[in-house]
Nanobody, 121 residues
Framework: QVQLVESGGGLVQPGGSLRLSCAASGSIFSIRLMGWYRQAPGKQRALVATVITGGITNYADSVKGRFTVSRDMAKNTVYLQMNSLKPEDTAVYYC???????????????WGQGTQVTVSS
């Protein structure tokens, strides 16, 4: 069974920074993609940033130039460095991964439990 454990959320002032981490554990054979989505109150969950095997990244337009996604393959961990935070970045941030377990022959999507990020003065 696969688990995603997130950390690093919290309260920060506008213009501040936070770093989120998400570690995947369990019977993992291969990870194809890791990344982050977010859901603000009253809105649908939306892509923030992803990184695929090979290091290719994808960002939402609203975070380009401010957020950086990275992955430590040895630790099965994905990070999201968030700089120049704005109040509109306030949301629950969810870790997402597309991976294959050792016992399966297909890739499946998994989600973390979510971590709250609040940007407010």
């Amino acid at each position: 069974q696969v688990q995603l454990v997130e950390s690093g959320g919290g309260l920060v002032q506008p213009g501040g920074s936070l770093r989120l981490s998400c570690a995947a554990s369990g019977s993992i054979f291969s990870i194809r993609l890791m990344g982050w989505y977010r859901q603000a109150p009253g809105k649908q969950r939306a892509l923030v940033a992803t990184v695929i095997t090979g290091g290719i990244t994808n960002y939402a337009d609203s975070v380009k130039g401010r957020f950086t996604v990275s992955r430590d393959m040895a630790k099965n961990t994905v990070y999201l460095q968030m700089n120049s935070l704005k109040p509109e970045d306030t949301a629950v941030y969810y870790c997402n991964t597309l991976l294959r377990e050792r016992e399966r022959d297909t890739f499946r999507t998994y989600w973390g439990q979510g971590t709250q990020v609040t940007v407010s003065s």
